[in-house]
């Protein structure tokens, strides 16, 4: 079966650091792309970061970009969001998402449940 557990979530003060995990199985991660999102109460679910397959390709929201970095470690089936100088507004649900499509067009994309980043002093 499928699946995609993240952790590493938590309180941090502001300016503080954390290191979230995505660890999966049941699929062919090394084919996937892989993003992480997040979701504030009462805002939409927004894309943090991704990575592509074979690390051909990293974006950034504009709002991290500096301070988060996305990585993958293909042997470990992980993916990993690294996030330094954290803000207030980094608090949220944050969620890794393996996405991958086949060339006829059908796609598989799998979700973790998520992990709590708050950020507050």
């Known amino acids: 079966q499928v699946q995609l557990v993240e952790s590493g979530g938590g309180l941090v003060q502001p300016g503080g650091s954390l290191r979230l995990s995505c660890e999966t199985s049941?699929?062919?991660?090394?084919?996937?792309?892989i993003k992480w999102y997040r979701q504030a109460p009462g805002k939409e679910r927004e894309l943090v970061a991704g990575?592509?397959?074979?690390?051909?390709?990293?974006n950034y929201a504009e709002s991290v970009k500096g301070r988060f970095t996305i990585s993958r470690d293909d042997n470990k089936r992980t993916a990993y969001l690294q996030m330094n100088r954290l803000k207030p507004e980094d608090t949220a649900v944050y969620f890794c998402?393996?996405?991958?499509?086949?060339?006829?067009?059908?796609?598989?994309?799998?979700w973790g449940q998520g992990t709590q980043v708050t950020v507050s002093s």
């Open positions: 049941g699929f062919d991660f090394y084919q996937f792309g």
């Open positions: 998402n393996a996405r991958f499509q086949e060339l006829d067009g059908s796609v598989y994309e799998y």
């Open positions: 990575v592509s397959e074979l690390r051909l390709y990293t």
